[in-house]
């Protein structure tokens, strides 16, 4: 008789992203990298994250937008690039990706 043993290996959780000050595991699903990653784990201040406070971080999308505009009108930020990072802003200002902004409100 011949056994069989399957080997299923287990969905990627979290990934590996080095920068200057070395290697950080951050969530695989996260649009965040490293200085945010260890921004959480260093700077618990208040338990009160930057995401529970969304028309600043609509704010900020906005602001972002408008350079990402004004970049490309200088001939500073490829339209394709300008025009993704608008796009993305227009998805932050309408509320989603609110779980990518982790950090504590006072860190943020």
Do not use: W
């Not at 590996?16 to 700077?43: C, H, M, W």
Request: proline share 7%; hydrophobic share 45%.
């Amino acid at each position: 008789m011949t056994e069989v043993i399957v080997v299923t290996k287990a969905p990627e959780i979290e990934r590996i992203e080095k920068d200057p000050l070395g290697p950080v595991s951050i969530p695989v699903d996260a649009y965040y990298g490293p200085q945010t990653a260890r921004g959480i784990a260093n700077f618990p201040i208040s338990g009160i994250r930057i995401s529970h406070f969304p028309n600043f971080i609509k704010s900020l999308a906005y602001v972002k937008m408008a350079a990402a505009r004004a970049n490309a009108a200088l001939g500073d930020l490829d339209k394709q690039k300008a025009d993704v990072i608008c796009q993305v802003c227009e998805e932050i200002a309408a509320g989603r990706h609110l779980s990518h902004f982790p950090l504590d409100v006072f860190q943020g």
